[in-house]
């Protein structure tokens, strides 16, 4: 690795650590509050995420899957930037759509679709994200979940690296779990 691309990780990292250590719901915040806060997840994992050659493009497509992905929230996202690349969501994405995502959001209410999805887009450089429960060990990407008032995630980095996925390695330590 090159010394600049090393220090770019590590100027990431302590900005990653800040954020995420401010991102905090309150014990009584509605779900739309969790929400918010869960999309600026979705929006920094994918900073921390490098995709294979052949998918870096112009654009980066966050989709989401389930009629109102966290809340609508995930849909604010689209006026934000990724390493110089203009974010576009969709939201909610078609199951025709799901293989042209860089990001794919499965919300909890969609738990009965998680195997299918997850098998149709089997070692596709999608970055899989949901707020189900055990997300990570039924073969997804990333899982939130709520924990003593904050927003908190595991890893299946398996299924990241047989995406051709990788995810940095500040975004690995904030984990709670990491499947190896």
């Given at each position: 690795m090159c010394a600049?691309?090393?220090n770019r990780w590590a100027l990431r990292g302590a900005a990653l650590v800040a954020l995420l250590s401010t991102l905090v719901?309150?014990?009584h915040a509605d779900e739309r509050t969790a929400d918010q806060v869960k999309a600026g997840f979705v929006l920094n994992f994918s900073k921390y995420t490098e995709w294979p050659q052949a998918e870096r493009g112009s654009e980066l497509l966050i989709c989401g899957l389930g009629s109102q992905s966290l809340s609508g929230n995930l849909e604010l996202l689209a006026a934000r930037q990724v390493d110089g690349r203009d974010i576009r969501v969709l939201a909610?994405?078609?199951s025709a759509d799901l293989h042209r995502c860089q990001?794919?959001?499965i919300a909890a209410s969609e738990q009965q679709q998680i195997s299918p999805v997850l098998?149709?887009?089997a070692r596709g450089p999608v970055l899989t994200v949901s707020d189900?429960?055990?997300f990570t060990r039924h073969g997804g990407m990333i899982g939130m979940k709520l924990r003593g008032?904050?927003?908190r995630f595991d890893i299946n980095r398996v299924a990241a690296r047989d995406a051709g996925l990788h995810?940095?390695?500040q975004l690995l330590k904030l984990a709670d779990e990491v499947l190896q």
């Open positions: 600049n691309k090393g719901v309150a014990g909610p994405v078609a990001v794919l959001f098998r149709d887009l189900a429960p055990d008032g904050r927003v995810l940095s390695s």
